[in-house]
């Protein structure tokens, strides 16, 4: 094991790095901002991350679960060697928002970390894996990841994410997204309405029926959605309908039920209405498992970027694939700010917020954390193993409580 004062030494080094990088990091962060790209079709932004990391001398696995921007960036030639640190990098953006949930830092400061941190563990055994996640925005990326044993080669993870605090190991809830299809006969709306079968009524009595259904779920439950295809003109019979919904829960266990009678409503309205219907399901986001040895790993970080610690770590009630993974392995989320006005993921004002002086500050700092939380871990097996078992007695305590 090293000493206290070498991973002090080498901490430093790797924010003297950081620095070093911070115009290549910005041009890349800037350049995703400029050029957002969504769902899992995002190859010029996973090609700025995978040209860094290749410039900077990572081995780049590209394609990685068979999704075509997905990879994973680690040091040359020492795969399996040691404690294996995750860092978690996302690039996709969102519809109509760009980049609105600071997935443009989010990839870039992970990317930024690992090339720091390779270039001080010298001789240190154990690697940085710099995860490339496709799609975090609905499609889950990371969950086909898992799925496909990418992350078999890491202990812990590691991300950050733009917030309105500073935060460490927020936790928060499942999800789940489905689409429901229904397909109708068009017909004149005026001349003759009874050769017509409405899609457009089997969108709306699915939400009738969901709205019934909120009176009788636990309080944590929400369940949103839209009808982002309800018909073409009101003089003719909309012959197809689309509905997209979320369901979230505190436990992503209690998904699949809930799903089923969510779909019952969809299948109850194509019932009554006449209409075909095609659901369409996506893979369930777990909520985030926050162990506390994981999170104190980071508090640790903050006074050497002169940041204090937060005094509470509250509930949130949104949803990320970073949580399958925090259902793996042990893992933990840091948040910064990146505007005083207190702006918060997936609106107008925090996608500005993702492209500003303080979003480049954050960047920096960001990478310094975690690439630090990298070092603490990668230098101290014990403490990794430790931390894992924190990680099964949570998990092991959180399934006796619901059985
Ligand atoms: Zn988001």
Known sequence: MISQDSLKTIKQQA????????????????DMHANPEIGWDTPRSAGLLTDYLEKHDMFVEK??????CAFRASIPGRMDDGVGVALLAEFDALP?????????????????????????????PGNVYVMGCPFEEGGGGKIYMIDEGVFDVADVSLMWHGGNAVRVGTPNIAAASMNYTFTGRSAHSGNAPHEGINAADAAMLTFAGVNALRQHVTPDVRIHGI??????????????????????AYHHEDL???????????????????????????????ERLVVPGMRK?????????????PDSDPQTFASADSGNVSQKIPHVTFTLPLDNE?????????????????????????AKIMAASALDLITNPDRVTSIVEEHAGLKSTRANARN
């Open 15 to 30: 924010f003297a790095e950081i620095d070093l990088l911070r115009d290549e990091a910005v041009a890349i962060a800037a």
């Open 63 to 68: 394609g990685v679960a068979n999704l075509n």
């Open 96 to 124: 109509g928002l760009g980049h609105g949930c600071s997935h443009n830092l989010i990839g870039t400061i992970a990317a930024t970390a690992g090339i720091a941190v390779r270039r001080v563990l010298g001789d240190n």
């Open 227 to 248: 009808i982002d295809e309800g018909g073409v003109a009101p003089n003719t019979v909309p012959e197809r309908s689309s509905v997209r919904m979320m369901i979230r």
């Open 256 to 286: 699949s039920a809930l799903r089923e009678r969510v779909h019952d409503c969809a299948r109850g309205a194509a019932l009554m209405t006449g209409t075909k219907l095609e659901i369409h399901e996506e893979p369930i986001y777990a």
């Open 297 to 309: 790993v980071v508090l640790e970080n903050l006074s050497l970027v002169g940041l204090e610690m």
């Open 342 to 366: 207190g702006s918060v993921p997936h609106t107008p004002s925090f996608a500005a917020a993702c492209n500003t002086d303080m979003a480049w500050d954050a960047l920096i700092t960001a």
